[in-house]
């Protein structure tokens, strides 16, 4: 069985999500995650099973932040997990490591589940840096957190060149990839973790995709926002 967790982005409006919820409640969803807008968080918790995560939060907590949500106001909405370090944050926010590390450990706090994503650019895949770059997110983040916590924290391996593109890495470079983060936190820190793929996956190569067992699952952005493909590879990821 693999983990099925759905970004969808800033993609849905409220009516949306609606018609969402309804086309895919012929199905058990209580084994997937969605992460919503978090304006929609409680809409999924009071109309899905789904278990419901988020797309970032503060990094700090409650109190004097305009604008932010803090990891305590998600855990008291009923969020069980949230993502951080996404790809578009660090473009467009310009997130760093010692952000992502209060994040982590805000989160870790108030019993959500991080799922911390990594992944290099086009740029440096042609350059064959893959690892590389993935490797020094991982470590800049890392070095500063309690070993003691690693094992609850989900690491998502995303190429940002296949984020919306349709393009996706064979299967032996994602099974390269995945491993190289499993042993570089086994060596380096004794604890195991669980790699997710994301970037374009849809209901026409998860078939494929399944066929790497390292992989513990996906995270999925626009295929997460459609109920057909969604529900798909979601039966797909079952068994
Ligand atoms: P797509 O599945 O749309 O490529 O997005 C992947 C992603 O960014 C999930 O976080």
Redo the contacts with the bound molecule.
């Keep these: 069985m693999k983990l099925v967790v759905g970004?969808q982005?800033t993609y849905l409006n409220r009516s949306d999500v609606l018609d969402f919820i309804n086309h895919t409640s012929d199905v058990d969803c209580s084994r997937a995650v969605v992460c919503p807008s978090d304006i929609y968080i409680d809409m999924y918790l009071d109309k899905s099973k789904y278990v419901v995560g988020a797309q970032n939060c503060s990094c700090k907590g409650n109190g004097a932040s305009t604008g932010e949500i803090s990891a305590e106001q998600l855990n008291s909405l009923g969020a069980s997990y949230c993502?951080v370090a996404?790809?578009?944050r660090r473009a467009d926010q310009h997130e760093t490591g010692d952000m992502f590390v209060k994040k982590i450990n805000n989160l870790i706090e108030n019993n959500i589940i991080p799922i911390f994503?990594v992944g290099e650019n086009l740029d440096e895949k042609e350059r064959n840096l893959s690892k590389d770059v993935v490797g020094k997110q991982i470590l800049e983040v890392y070095d500063s957190l309690d070993p003691s916590i690693m094992e609850k924290i989900i690491i998502?391996y995303?190429p940002i060149w296949?984020?919306?593109?349709g393009k996706i890495p064979t299967n032996p470079e994602i099974e390269d990839v995945t491993s190289y983060i499993k042993d570089l936190i086994q060596d380096k820190y004794g604890k195991r973790v669980a790699v997710l793929y994301?970037?374009?996956?849809n209901m026409k190569n998860v078939d494929t995709l399944n066929e790497i067992d390292i992989v513990d699952g996906y995270?999925?952005?626009?295929?997460?926002t459609k109920p057909e493909e969604f529900k798909y590879i979601m039966s797909k990821c079952e068994r």
């Design positions: 970004n982005k993502i996404h790809s578009e994503c998502a995303e296949s984020i919306g593109t994301g970037g374009s996956v995270l999925i952005g626009g295929a997460s």
